[in-house]
């Protein structure tokens, strides 16, 4: 009999603890350095039902810490990782090439069992944090900010001033 593409999931933490994973929907608010890595990551782990969010194009830049590569620049991020992971792994995301606003938010979050927000602006975070609270979604944020990087539940989180330096230049 053939293994499963999950197979040393299966092996270390039980067929039913995949099938567990496969049934929670995770949000991830941002396809850039730390989106789509994690998409990708939590693919290859036997999550299955992931939505990714970003309006974003890959530019040449993006090519040395994102999981993007040369014949990706100009598509956008979402499509891109979408077709990547899908490739890679087999696991078709959900691909949202939109600006997430206060008009969409609640649309766009609504169903999620967890919501990651790797968005790069304060703006963007608050409206994922605000949206998160009300429906009481359980969210992580993670992100750089100049000097420092973090991760942390949205309990003790704290939108930081977005300070007019490009962490990844």
Known sequence: MAN??????EIYRGKDLV?????HRITICGAGALGSNLADTLARQGFT?????DKDRV???????????????????CDALKNKVF?????????????LTLSNAKS???GSTLVVDVFDNSVSRKLVQDECRRAKIPCLHAGLQETYGECCHDVWYRIPKDGGVE???
């Open 4 to 9: 499963s593409k999950f197979h040393h999931e």
């Open 19 to 23: 099938k567990k994973l496969q049934s």
């Open 108 to 110: 766009l979050l609504k």
């Open 59 to 77: 530019e040449s830049h993006n090519i040395n810490c994102q999981v993007y590569g040369e014949m990706d620049i100009g598509a956008l991020k």
């Open 167 to 169: 962490v990844c230049d």
């Open 49 to 53: 039902n992931i939505k990714i969010i």
């Open 87 to 99: 490739r890679h792994v087999g696991v078709e995301l959900e691909a949202v090439n939109k600006e």
